[in-house]
């Protein structure tokens, strides 16, 4: 009796590793008949990340300093519209002033960088 119950235990164990290798080969089969799919889904994603500067542009939304003027600019526009109401009818001698794409203080320092490197041309 023993040994008849130790014969069900093993055929049920091989029975059961049966089914692991059968679904195992259904599982293959069936990735096997979806491949071309999962290939063209593959390629289509490498294509889209193909190249980086694409992918920049699609995530950030462009900047245009003439849209978003700093508060500088905003009021050397309006200084200079006041000065141009005042100075209406009167001839103006001196030159007008310099508008800087930059604040005044990265300007200095631009200028400050240009006199250094100047400095080590003459000192060379």
């Known amino acids: 009796q023993l040994q008849t119950k130790w014969q069900r235990f093993v055929i049920l164990v091989k029975q059961s590793q049966e089914l692991k290798i059968v679904s195992y080969h259904k599982q293959y089969d069936i990735l096997k008949q979806h491949q071309n799919e999962v290939n063209e889904i593959i390629s289509e994603r490498i294509a889209s990340v193909a190249n980086p500067?694409?992918?920049?542009?699609?995530?950030?939304?462009?900047?245009?300093?003439?849209?978003?003027?700093?508060?500088?600019?905003?009021?050397?526009?309006?200084?200079?519209?006041?000065?141009?109401?005042?100075?209406?009818?009167?001839?103006?001698?001196?030159?007008?002033?310099?508008?800087?794409d930059q604040e005044p203080s990265m300007v200095a320092e631009d200028d400050e960088t240009s006199k250094d490197k100047e400095i080590d041309k003459l000192m060379a």
């Not at 003439?66 to 209406?88: D, E, I, K, L």
């Open 53 to 100: 500067l694409v992918l920049v542009a699609q995530q950030q939304p462009v900047y245009n300093p003439h849209n978003h003027p700093t508060n500088y600019n905003q009021n050397f526009s309006t200084r200079s519209q006041q000065a141009a109401t005042r100075n209406r009818g009167k001839t103006i001698v001196n030159s007008p002033q310099t508008i800087y």
